[in-house]
């Protein structure tokens, strides 16, 4: 059974600092590019970051670009996203999820707010 459990989430200042993480089980992690997804309220769930299964190549979304980095360990089957310079804006539910494989987790809350 394929499963994805975020973690990390929390109430942060305007330019602070999470750390994200998602535990991935039930399929080959290595064998898959991840991405990290997030969904403010009233708004439709937005792509945020993306890595191939390998690691060696990542991509963001503009709003976050030069701020958040993805990285993963497939030695523990887990991907992470680093978030520095926190906005109000960055506030929402931050999902994980294997490209073309399984369904949405519980996800983890991220509040940006002073």
């Known amino acids: 059974q394929v499963q994805f459990v975020e973690s990390g989430g929390g109430l942060v200042q305007p330019g602070g600092s999470l750390r994200l993480s998602c535990a991935a089980s039930g399929f080959t992690f290595s064998g898959y590019a991840m991405r990290w997804y997030r969904q403010a309220p009233g708004k439709e769930r937005e792509l945020v970051a993306h890595?191939?299964?390998?690691?060696?190549?990542?991509r963001y979304a503009d709003s976050v670009k030069g701020r958040f980095t993805i990285f993963r360990d497939n030695g523990k089957k887990t991907v992470y996203l680093q978030m520095n310079s926190l906005k109000p804006e960055d506030t929402a539910v931050y999902y994980c999820?294997?490209?073309?494989?399984?369904?949405w987790g519980q996800g983890t809350q991220v509040t940006v707010s002073s």
């Open positions: 999820k294997a490209l073309g494989k399984g369904d």
């Open positions: 890595i191939t299964g390998a690691g060696d190549s990542t």
